[in-house]
């Protein structure tokens, strides 16, 4: 039997890319879509909480405002910037299109329940 020849040594490894100004948009559009989903979520479960605690409406509905106000002005920051970072550059896309994936959803979620709340005001109050 013959010997085999050694292996050729491996290529180095390429060096991770730096992160360029359209990284970081997307970065931080992602960033500002997740927060605001976080505080979602944290203002959907302080409202239920003052539903049942029966601490009267007024603080039903400044928890309600404020977390919506909120979480809307997030949401468009992100929008802004995820679609910033779709437009520039070919790196990061993943990041902004994520970013702008959720700040749309938000927006969606929080025009509707404002659309369904002004609705059921007016129900209530007139039939």
């Known amino acids: 039997m013959s010997e085999q020849p050694p292996y050729p040594p491996s290529p ?13 948009v997307g970065t931080v559009a992602l960033i500002l879509a997740v927060a605001a989903l976080v505080v979602m979520v944290v203002s959907d479960i302080a409202i239920r909480a003052l539903i049942y605690s029966a601490n009267g409406i007024s603080a039903y509905q400044a928890v309600a405002f404020v977390g919506g106000a909120f979480i809307v002005v997030l ?3 992100a929008l ?3 679609i910033m970072g779709l437009r520039r550059g070919r790196t990061g896309r993943g990041r ?10 938000l ?3 929080q025009l509707s329940n404002f659309a369904l709340n002004a609705a059921s005001e007016l129900f209530y109050r007139f039939l």
């Open 12 to 24: 180095p490894t390429p060096p991770t890319p730096p992160t360029t100004p359209q990284t970081a």
């Open 75 to 77: 949401a468009v920051i």
């Open 80 to 82: 802004i910037l995820g």
């Open 96 to 105: 902004s299109g994520v970013a702008a994936g959720i700040a749309i959803a």
């Open 107 to 109: 927006l969606v979620s």
